[in-house]
């Protein structure tokens, strides 16, 4: 069999498919919430944590979204329903 071809940025453009990097902020009140695993369930979309730091006070997560453009809006938008503020990376400070 012979070896998968890696897809390109144009085909991965073209079905839609994205990879996202975001800043969530987590108030105190969802820290101890399983987010990220809640969002694996709703949606079919791949997680990937960065970086992260959390308190008491509060939950600091750089994480990669990568899936079809519209499962990564709507999981955007529940994050901010549920109270999670939600940021694009600006800079990526660690690459791949």
Excluded: H
């Excluded at 969530?24 to 101890?32: D, E, F, R, V």
């Amino acid at each position: 069999m012979p070896p998968k071809k890696k897809s390109s940025g144009k085909l991965a453009a073209a079905n839609g498919r994205q990879r996202t990097r975001l800043w969530l902020m987590y108030p105190p009140k969802l820290i101890k919430e399983p987010l990220i695993w809640q969002l694996s369930q709703k949606f079919p979309i791949v997680t990937n944590i960065r970086q992260c730091s959390v308190t008491d006070e509060i939950g600091i997560v750089s994480i990669e979204l990568d899936g079809e453009r519209t499962d990564i809006k709507a999981a955007i938008k529940w994050l901010e329903k549920i109270g999670v503020s939600v940021e694009p990376v600006e800079i990526n400070v660690i690459e791949s």
